[in-house]
């Protein structure tokens, strides 16, 4: 079977990935904690809203902006079905690499979170794994290119706000580093570009989740199209 690619979108995946492994360079030879990236991090961690704490601690507490946020989100477009059935399946498609190339960075590479070298206390507990990339920007920063991509504007927006809130908020309450986050949005990112290039790979998702969901089908329609 011929294995179709869409190089435009396999193009900008591929640039996407050079740039973080750029970053990924330039973090492994000057550490987490150059002069940029704490000027940054304080600037985000000193400079705290009151009326926004509550929020952002809470949205960045362990899956709470993440797996709680994101997961009932493809569920409830899938439901839907047509152009909605369309994004939640790109969007677990590209979850799977996020979740797996973020696992195996975070394996490959260490970086101490923030609060670990700065000696400051973050607003929430976290567990002392690698900083680099944030999980979380990972995530958020996946679903949401994933709406933009195939979702209409009034529908991506709320969801990209959420997404950068996340983001901020894992700054902000002193668990990552700035380029962790732009990091973990560069790599998502990419991952949805990937998807993007190879539709076998997102009619292969489309046929499992079809499978799993079935019950959970208000249409039939929802099959792999281009974008």
């Known amino acids: 079977m011929k294995v179709r690619i869409e190089h435009r979108h396999l193009y900008v ?9 750029l970053l990924t360079m330039y973090i492994l030879m000057n550490s987490e904690a150059n002069p940029v990236n704490t000027y940054l991090f304080f600037t985000v961690f ?3 809203v009151q009326a926004l704490t509550p929020l952002l601690t ?3 507490i362990d899956d709470y902006g993440r797996a709680l946020f994101w997961i009932p989100i493809a569920l409830i477009l899938w439901y839907f079905g047509g152009r909605y059935r ?9 979850f799977v690499i996020s979740l797996l190339l973020g696992e195996l960075m975070k394996h490959i590479i260490y970086e101490p979170r923030p609060f670990l070298v700065l000696h400051i206390t973050p607003l929430i507990h976290e567990q002392l794994d690698s900083s680099y990339p944030s999980g979380h920007a990972l995530i958020v920063g996946t679903g949401a290119y994933s709406a933009i991509i195939a979702l209409p504007w009034y529908v991506s927006l709320p969801l990209t706000l959420e997404a950068l809130l996340v983001s901020y908020g894992r700054i902000y309450v002193g668990v990552h580093w700035p380029l962790d986050v732009i990091a973990g949005w560069l790599l998502g990112i990419a991952n949805v570009e990937l ?3 190879l539709p076998q790979y997102y009619g292969v998702i489309y046929m499992i989740m079809k499978k799993l969901l079935g019950w959970l089908s208000r249409r039939s329609n929802g099959s792999p199209t281009n974008y």
């Open 86 to 94: 369309r994004a939640s399946v790109l969007m677990v498609s590209a």
């Open 195 to 197: 998807v993007l290039a």
């Open 58 to 60: 809470v949205i960045s």
């Open 46 to 48: 000193n400079n705290k």
């Open 13 to 21: 995946a591929l640039m996407l990935y050079a740039l973080y492994a």
